[in-house]
């Protein structure tokens, strides 16, 4: 036996074997996998953790949510059985907040929440034990009208980045470099992935685009043709076509190297609305827009809202400034994050768009 303390199997001893086996992996590869190594075995949300989400910040958010899927329901008829449905619930403190809204509303649908950590579902079940839990969409019941929302899930999807080199496009891979990975340019000719209207771009351009949000897009919209109902999707991102790569990591509130200690931080990066919501419109589903986060909560009463609860709790106003703040200010959640609409071609548009 020889005397060599065991190598500790973090991902990045993997991911050398890896490479050192078969060669480079794609980027998309390294996030996937360092983001499902990374989900599987915490809770990263809360002050604890390593990021703080909208909800967290105040239950306004999850209320005005509530109050828009309520309405929304109540003009399209009030259908039953209506399901609410939410894509990454982290700690189900959206959906109670939301749920407990739209209750007042006559709005008391199922509950499905689509969840692949261990760790977060048992968090999620304590807050919401009458939900049911899914892998997927694919087992959320095919029948009447769904009411999805996905705040913070689109961004921790893998990215495929491809580059612009001298002998053309190629996709970017990912080796070891000393005690971190790098990203280099692929081998093999990845042209006809691009957009015509963008393969003429200068040498070094990067176009990043996201597979799984296109997929999760296109499976929510044929949903809501097919069965009625709307969707949500809340996320820090872009409504206009750019370039260049947006990968980040964060750990304990602090943006990191994505490259060091792969499986050990949240890896995102910013969801292009741009191209999503074609996606959307190709299936007959109806766009109500993407907008700014900010300019939808304060269409949707979140400043009369922060009021009433000032107005109730006095000793928390300033508590309950900063939080409206946070989500609404420019300089903070306003701008940076989006919020894109859609329903059924059926269904009528929706306020705050």
Same mark, same amino acid.
């Given at each position: 036996?020889?005397?060599?303390p065991a190598q ?13 086996s ?29 990021f ?37 619930p982290?700690r189900?403190?959206l959906?109670v907040?939301a ?30 034990p ?52 790098v ?13 015509e209207?963008?393969?003429? &771009? ?5 176009? $990043?685009?996201? %597979?799984?949000?296109? +997929?999760t ?5 044929? =949903? @809501?043709v ?5 969707a ?7 409504d206009q076509?750019r ?28 969801v ?9 419109l ?15 909560l ?5 400043? &009369? ?5 000032? $107005?109730?709790? %006095?000793?928390?106003? +300033? ?6 703040? =946070? @989500?609404i ?9 989006k ?5 059924s ?9």
């Open positions: 036996m020889s005397g060599e500790p199997d973090t991902l990045a001893a993997m991911f050398r074997r890896l490479i050192a078969t060669g480079p992996i794609s980027l998309m590869h390294y996030m996937g996998e360092a983001n499902a190594r990374y989900y599987g075995s915490k809770d990263p949300l809360g002050s604890a953790g390593d703080i989400t909208a909800p967290e910040i105040s239950q306004m958010f999850g209320e005005l949510i509530g109050l828009w899927l309520a309405d929304m329901w109540i003009n399209a008829g009030r259908e039953e059985p209506v399901h609410y449905v939410e894509l990454g982290g189900g403190t959906a907040d749920l407990r809204v739209a209750k007042r509303y006559g709005l008391e649908p199922q509950v499905h929440l689509v969840e692949t950590s261990a760790e977060l579902k048992d968090v999620q079940l304590a807050a919401l009458q939900a049911q839990w899914h892998h997927d969409l694919s087992t959320v019941p095919p029948y009447g009208p769904i009411l999805l929302v996905a705040n913070e899930f689109l961004d921790a999807l893998p990215v495929r980045q491809l580059v612009k080199t001298p002998d053309g496009w190629r996709e970017r891979m990912v080796v070891p470099e000393g005690e971190r990975f990203c280099v340019a692929g081998s093999q000719p990845m042209d006809a992935a691009v957009p209207a963008r393969r003429g &771009a200068e040498v070094g351009t990067i176009i $990043e685009t996201c %597979p799984g949000a296109a +997929a897009v296109y499976e929510v919209a044929g =949903r @809501l097919e069965q009625g109902g709307a949500l999707f809340i996320d820090y991102g872009h076509i370039d260049g790569s947006t990968l980040q990591a964060v750990r304990d509130h602090l943006k990191v190297d994505p490259f060091v200690n792969p499986g050990e931080a949240d890896l995102t990066a910013h292009d609305f741009a191209t999503l919501a074609p996606i959307a190709s299936r007959g589903c109806k766009w109500l827009g993407t907008v700014p986060q900010g300019r939808w304060r269409n949707l009463g979140i400043e &009369a809202r922060a009021q009433a609860l000032s $107005e109730r709790a %006095p000793e928390h106003s +300033a508590a309950i400034a900063s939080a409206r703040d =946070r @989500l200010g420019e300089g903070q959640m306003g701008l940076l994050f919020v894109m609409g859609l329903a071609p059926s269904w009528p548009g929706g306020a705050g768009f």
